[in-house]
C-alpha cells in the first residue's frame, strides 16, 4: 500500500508512520514542521520506503501531485493543542478547514480513501458521560477560539461525510480523545508532558482552574492500532467512531500521580483560567468516550494503562 500521511512529523502521524513502515508500507511524510519535528521521523529518513515532503496542505498544487500517486490518506494535519488555538485562532481555522477540504478534494479528483481525525474537542460543553457519537455538540459562543476550534473540526467532519455521500469518496472520521505517549510535547498545551516536565525539574506543578475537571488518557500506541485497523475495514466507511480510553482521572489527581511515580518534589498549584489560557476561557469539566461503536467494528480495547502511560512519558523525558 501506498500512503500518504499528511502531519505525519506530529507526535501521533510520527507513530503511524512507524506502524506502517513496519507494515511494509510505503510511506509518504506531508508536514509543514509547523508544530511537528523532523527528529520525529528522522529515523526513518533513507529508508527506501519512506519519503518526506516538507509543506503544507494548503498547498494544493503539492497536496494533487502526493494524492495522485498514493492509494490512501491519513489526515492527521491540523493545527492541535488548546494553547497554539487561542494563540493563533485565525491561522487555525484556515489550516483546519480549507486544509482539510483541498486533502479530501484530491482525494475524490484520484478516487482514493481517506481517514479524516477529528477530536472529541466537537462535543464541546457536553459532560454527560460517556459521549456517544451521535451525542449533542453543547458550544459556547463562536467568537471564544476553542469554540472556533471544535467548530472548524466538525466542519472537517461534514465535508468528509458529505464527499461519502455525495461523491462516494470513502472516508473514515476518528474522533481521538486526549491521546498521549513519546514525542507529544507541552508546548501547546498538552497536560500530561506539561507535568511530565514538571515534574521532573521538581517545578510547580500547574494545576488550571481547581483541577476538579476530568479527562480519560489513551496511550498513542492503542490509538494508532485503531486508526490502522478503522483504515482497513470496509464497514468503517461513511462512519465516524470515538476513540479514547475511559480511565477517567481529575487533574487534580493527575498532579499527585505524575509526582509520586517521579518521586518529585514539586508542589501543586492552581491557576486560573483567564491567566492560564484567555479572559473568559472556558473548560470542559468532563469527557469520557463511549467506545461502543470502535469495539463491535475492530474489536477496540485499550491495552495499556494510566501509570503505564506516565511511566513510557516520564521516561521519554529522561531520554530527550
Ligand atoms: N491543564 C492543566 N495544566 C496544564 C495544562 C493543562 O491543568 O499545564 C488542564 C487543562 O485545563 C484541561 C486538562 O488539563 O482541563 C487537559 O488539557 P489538555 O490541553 O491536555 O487537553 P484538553 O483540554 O484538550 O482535554
Known amino acids: 500500500m501506498r500512503v500518504l500521511i499528511t502531519g505525519g512529523a506530529g507526535f501521533i502521524g510520527s507513530h503511524l508512520a512507524d506502524e506502517l513502515i513496519k507494515a511494509r508500507d510505503e510511506v509518504t511524510v506531508l508536514d509543514d514542521l509547523?508544530?511537528?519535528?523532523?527528529?520525529?521521523?528522522e529515523h526513518l529518513d533513507g529508508n527506501k520506503s519512506f519519503n518526506f515532503v516538507e509543506g503544507t496542505i494548503l498547498n494544493e498544487g503539492l497536496v494533487?501531485?502526493?494524492?495522485?500517486?498514493i492509494d490512501v490518506v491519513y489526515h492527521?494535519?491540523?493545527?492541535?493543542?488548546?494553547?497554539?488555538?487561542?494563540k493563533k485562532p485565525l491561522e487555525s481555522l484556515v489550516t483546519n478547514i480549507k486544509g482539510s477540504e483541498i486533502v479530501l478534494e484530491m482525494v475524490y479528483r484520484y478516487h482514493k480513501k481517506a481517514l479524516i481525525t477529528s477530536t472529541s474537542e466537537i462535543y464541546g460543553k457536553n459532560t454527560s458521560g460517556p459521549l456517544k457519537e451521535d451525542d449533542d455538540r453543547i458550544?459556547?459562543?463562536?467568537?471564544?477560539?476553542?469554540?472556533?476550534y471544535s467548530t472548524a473540526k466538525a466542519v472537517d467532519e461534514m465535508l468528509a461525510y458529505e464527499y461519502w455521500r455525495q461523491k462516494k469518496v470513502p472516508t473514515v472520521i476518528v474522533r481521538l480523545f486526549n491521546t498521549v505517549g513519546p514525542r507529544q510535547t507541552g508546548a501547546y498545551?498538552?497536560?500530561?508532558?506539561?507535568f511530565v516536565t514538571q515534574a521532573l525539574k521538581d517545578e510547580d506543578i500547574t494545576v488550571y482552574g481547581d483541577?476538579?475537571?476530568s479527562r480519560c488518557f489513551l496511550h498513542v500506541k492503542?490509538?494508532?492500532?485503531?486508526?490502522?485497523?478503522?483504515?482497513?475495514?470496509?464497514?468503517a466507511v461513511g462512519n465516524v467512531f470515538n476513540i479514547g480510553s475511559q480511565e477517567e482521572i481529575t487533574i487534580e489527581e493527575l498532579a499527585k500521580k505524575i509526582i509520586k511515580i517521579t518521586k518529585?518534589?514539586?508542589k501543586i498549584v492552581y491557576i486560573p483560567y483567564d491567566k492560564a489560557y484567555e479572559e473568559g476561557f472556558e473548560d470542559m469539566q468532563r469527557r469520557v468516550p463511549d467506545t461502543t461503536k470502535a469495539k463491535a467494528t475492530i474489536g477496540f480495547k485499550p491495552t495499556i494503562d494510566l501509570d503505564g502511560i506516565i511511566r513510557d512519558v516520564v521516561e521519554y523525558a529522561r531520554r530527550i
Open 34 to 41: 509547523s508544530t511537528g519535528r523532523f527528529e520525529n521521523i
Open 64 to 69: 494533487d501531485k502526493l494524492v495522485e500517486k
Open 76 to 86: 492527521l494535519a491540523a493545527a492541535v493543542g488548546v494553547d497554539l488555538i487561542v
Open 139 to 148: 458550544l459556547g459562543s463562536p467568537l471564544k477560539s476553542r469554540w472556533s
Open 189 to 194: 498545551g498538552m497536560v500530561i508532558p506539561r
Open 211 to 213: 483541577g476538579k475537571q
Open 222 to 235: 492503542n490509538v494508532i492500532t485503531a486508526l490502522t485497523k478503522l483504515m482497513n475495514n470496509e464497514k
Open 264 to 266: 518529585s518534589s514539586s
